[in-house]
């Protein structure tokens, strides 16, 4: 029986990586959809949000059976209860990455956003993609040193995110009404996407060192 319940601890480890890497997936397409305005990856992104949501649930059924049948303390308790808190935030990333996806496919042809913010928004594409790759890693290693790496590259789409409301909000801002809009929103959906990998990094570093001190 111990054999087995370890199997499963293992598996549920496994789940949470193969979920991160779809995730991981999901908002590259959905930045490069966003920025060269690529309808068909962006439905590709819409289509595919639909896998993270069942391996996720999939994910969570799995846990509460192994809570239900093995009941297991210390480690293994958290190991267990983190899962049910990270998958919830990667399916909430993969959301974050799918809302992107759908704004590029409202505005085809059109990009997005207006020339002045397409720097910024690529930059903060490229951040979130890189924080996704580096969460599949934590996931994988446990390294807390990551997490820290996760929280400085938030940092910097925290300053972004600031920037672009600074834009739109400013006497020199030309866009139209459906321009701020989408501005405001696209930033938000990046700013978010970030934020639940911080939250996950945070989770990481409890299972790690049952330390819940803060990242952020």
Known sequence: MREVFQQELREVRERLVE????????????????????V????????????IDVAAAELDELAINIL?????????L???????????SLERMGDMAEHIAQLARYRFPDKVVPKSLRGTFKEMGALDVEI???????LMTEDVAIAEHIRNEDDKIDALHLSVFDKVLG????????????ATLASRYHERF??????ISKKVQYLATGDWSPVD
Do not use: C, M, Y
């Not at 970030?194 to 939250?199: G, T």
């Open 78 to 88: 958290r190991v267990v209860v983190s899962a049910l808190r990270i998958s919830a």
């Open 132 to 138: 996704a790759r580096k969460l599949v890693e934590l």
């Open 68 to 76: 239900a049948r093995q009941q297991p303390v210390a480690r293994d």
């Open 171 to 182: 006497e020199t801002w030309k866009g139209e009404a459906i321009d701020t809009v989408d």
């Open 194 to 199: 970030a934020d639940h990998a911080v939250s």
């Open 19 to 38: 979920i991160a890497e779809l995730v991981a997936v999901s908002i590259e397409n959905a930045t490069t959809a966003f920025n060269e305005s690529n």
């Open 40 to 51: 068909s990856l962006a439905e590709t992104v819409i289509a595919d949000d639909t896998r």
